[in-house]
């Protein structure tokens, strides 16, 4: 079990540009989400996978962001023309998914500074 | 909505003390409460989680408590360590979120003064 890992750990972009994330969940774990958190703030919801099906999206995600799963393996995110209030730590989290174990794993996160 | 309150914001403690950090819901139909640490600019780790038939769970220096009917969980540290100095979130998973999605309060930043 070597975790969640989080790529790139930070990420200087300027306005406009793309940028994409990745995640790496814990092998055998279908369950895979992303949140948002700005400083200050508990992290958000932003979208959920099982397998490589995205399931569910809060409406914190806007057009320009896209998320995938291909192979229900690692899973991407990706923001599209950056805005300033992108800004903030992306954190990735897998779980079991079984009946009674809910228990969500974090990675270390990316942080997305936009100039 | 579920809505995750946590009192206080900040606390600061001299090292040795024990003490309490409170966390309250607005909706208690929760599958599980978890308790997790955050270190500045790092990501989180998992302290404890409280399943929705549990009232509480231990770890070492740690407890947790949760009462669904009234909406709140404490976590409570003894004898508390300079190390223990993080931000701690609480969080659960509703009944009202399909995915099991997890809500979070904003946080206690606590400060153990040596």
């Known amino acids: 079990d070597t975790g969640v890992s989080q790529d790139p750990r930070h990420k200087i972009t300027k306005r406009g540009q793309n940028v994409t994330f990745r995640c790496d969940p814990i092998s055998e774990h279908n369950r895979l989400y992303w949140y948002r958190q700005t400083l200050g703030q508990g992290p958000e919801f932003l979208t959920y996978f099982q397998n490589e099906a995205q399931l569910e999206k809060s409406r914190l995600l806007s057009d320009r962001f896209s998320a995938e799963r291909p192979k229900g393996s690692f899973s991407t995110l990706e923001i599209q023309r950056t805005e300033q209030g992108d800004s903030a730590m992306y954190l990735c989290?897998?779980?079991?998914?079984?009946?009674?174990?809910?228990?969500?794993?974090f990675g270390p996160g990316t942080r997305l500074t936009v100039t | 909505k579920q809505e995750v309150t946590q009192i206080p914001a900040a606390l600061s403690v001299p090292e040795g003390e024990n003490l309490v950090l409170n966390c309250s819901f607005t909706?208690?139909?929760?599958?599980?409460l978890q308790w997790f640490r955050q270190d500045p600019g790092k990501g989180l780790t998992s302290l404890l989680l409280i399943q929705s038939s549990q009232r509480e769970q231990t770890s070492g220096r740690l407890n947790a408590s949760l009462d669904k009917s009234s909406g709140r969980s404490t976590l409570y540290i003894a004898a508390s360590q300079p190390g223990d100095s993080a931000t701690y979130l609480c969080?659960?998973?509703?009944?009202?979120?399909?995915?099991?999605?997890?809500?979070f309060g904003k946080g206690t930043k606590l400060s153990v003064i040596p």
């Open positions: 989290a897998s779980s079991r998914g079984r009946t009674i174990d809910y228990e969500q794993y």
């Open positions: 969080a659960n998973q509703y009944s009202g979120a399909g995915s099991y999605q997890l809500t």
């Open positions: 909706d208690s139909a929760i599958y599980n």
